[in-house]
């Protein structure tokens, strides 16, 4: 990644948001609009509080995606794919003026040689019949050169000094030829990288407008309350019409358990309509205390960003990250506390759409940037903690998305009569448990090493919860 770029993204992100949730925020109190009212029953703050930093949030991120095509100028392709079922689109495919790639050079051996970057633009007043572009390798000026496309698989490289060479590629990789079209060499195989400049391809414009949707549908339950199943078919609707419109879902999970491969085949889009929208709700049902919902959104989006390699494409992780923590800066009180804001359903459900979907994105084969069961560690907290109350809360007879003070947090502020320490040991526990599934990734232990460990580690988080929760109730209680 470019460093200087997203830390530039990441500024300007905060900034935006920090504004933003200041407008928002006076906007609500000025007309009265969602105005979270505190009660002695669940809500334990003192004022009340406007519930705009999930719409705050969103909107700095837009903002400052619309600044990113400039910061990054030729660094970004722009594609849009054809809907292979249907005529809703037509073939369309709009790209930058100037195309970055990363490339790595394969040996023999199939081992990686090298990276390199190589930046090209099309020469549309060449007057030749054939296309030709000119390419420059990496950031040095005097590192280009020209190439003239002969015909679909040969084509002619012009070097800066003047030589040229004549190249064909095959199913072998790229050959150099002589004057006569014989092979001079061997082949060299070229590779295109994982590590794409920023795409804005379909499924990026479909998350877009699909999650703009979602989150105005959720203003209004924040505005006048929305009964859960509504809400959930809703979630459940948003994550379909995203599947089917970006063309993107869990293919394969990369794991294989018994010698049984478990590829998902036709429960596929279901499976992945049911993953994303309890992740979804994981977040939800978590934000039960300032920053914990946000907090945890920023520690899986910046071990995603780790995980997946610092990849150029992540600057929209960057973006969420800067604008999550413009947000806590208000919700955290560190703009004083008759300035804080809530993110409200609309926040914490935005953040674990952006969340899941990054998640599902990453870990399929068209981008596969991490594995699936890494996914589970760095949502492991609010995972658990949704599992966990929700089977309670069955086995109890009561509804799964019922209210309650049955959630981790809840228990460890009873236990430690603090919600400042109940922040600092949950993010601390993402932050521990996300870099666990990282390294454990980048080792030589499988996908399901992985999961076996994860499971291990999910059942000492419950015995530990079970524990506490027997030691909250032989605690004397205040009257």
Known sequence: MLFSIAVTLLFLSFFASVALTGFFRNFAKQKNLLIDIPNKSRKFHFRPTPLIGGLSIHLAMLLSSLFMFVLIDYKYDIKFSKFSETDFMQDLEISSPKYTQQLKIIDEGGEKVENIRVHVTPQNNSGLKSPLYDVQIGTSETNSLKILQLDDDKFMVFLPNGQSSTFQATPSGIIELDPLGEALRKPINIKTGSKNFFSFSTFTFAFIVIALALQIFTLIDDAYGINAWKRLLAQSAATL????????????????????????????????????????????????????????????????????????????????????????????????????????DNGSTFLGFLVAWTCVNYSQPEVELINPVTCLWIIAVPLWDCLGVMIGRIINGVLPFSPGRDHIHHKLQEYTNSSNKTLFILISSGLLLAATGILIEQSSATSEVSFLIFIAVSIAYYILSFILSNINRALPKNV
Do not use: H
């Not at 780790?306 to 990849?311: E, K, L, N, P």
């Not at 999550?324 to 804001?341: A, D, E, P, S, T």
């Open 241 to 344: 019409i995203l599947i089917i419109l970006g063309d993107v879902w869990i293919t394969s999970l990369k794991l294989s358990i018994f010698n049984i491969n478990l590829e998902l085949g036709y429960l596929a889009i279901p499976f992945t309509v049911i993953a994303v929208t309890g992740v979804v709700n994981a977040f939800n049902m978590i934000d039960g205390i300032n920053g914990l919902c946000a907090g945890l959104a920023l520690v899986a989006l910046g071990a995603l960003q780790i995980a997946s390699g610092f990849d150029v494409a992540n600057y929209t992780l960057m973006i969420a990250m800067g604008s999550i923590i413009g947000f806590l800066f208000y919700n955290l009180g560190f703009l004083g506390n008759k300035r804080r804001v809530f993110l409200g």
